[in-house]
């Protein structure tokens, strides 16, 4: 795996991306296949399309107000534009020669980008990084009107890989994991968010 690669459960349409919730917010979403309060349209939302990134931050569910795991896909288009609208939330010099441009879009962002160590089915790190992209309040309304296809309950698959994985059963637990592959990217866009193509 490259270091700075996208790695996604895809089709030809849409991706899924992978967020933690409390379970009035996500039994709510599930039925309805939107966002809806208690869910906040006032502050950034961050999406993942790595499965083991997600349960490294929710701790598997376990961690107070994300003991759901959802499987949100997307259209892929929107996905495309989100990035297209990305700034890396560090000025790496590989994206950004000059610094001083980054802190000028940097403020006026509506999406942020974070590269985070990719994790394996132990939690331990690896080399390779994960993408996180934060959708702004400006998107977000966008974002659950218009980019969602639909909206799965992973919670019961997240509990039976937890449970495989504190009995030592890594392989089992490793069938259980969705599909990931390299997310093609075109070569203008992977430059833009810091990804090698």
Known sequence: MKEFEIRADYSRDTIVIYQSYNEQIAKSAV????????????????????????????????????????????????????????????????????????????ENAEVYVQWDPERNIKGNKLECRSIQVGISRYLIEEFNNEWIVKIEDYTPLVKKILNLTKSGAYDKAKKLLPIEKSYPLPAELAHKIGAVI
């Open 31 to 106: 039925m309805n296949q939107k966002f809806s309060a208690p869910f906040s349209f006032n502050r950034m939302t961050w999406i993942k399309p790595s499965f083991l990134w997600m349960m490294e931050r929710s701790n598997y569910g376990q961690k107070s107000g994300q003991e759901c795991t959802l499987a949100i896909h997307i259209k892929r288009e929107a996905w495309e534009k989100a990035l297209s609208k990305a700034i890396l939330t560090s000025p790496e010099k590989r994206v950004y020669p000059n610094p001083g441009t980054w802190e000028k879009d940097f």
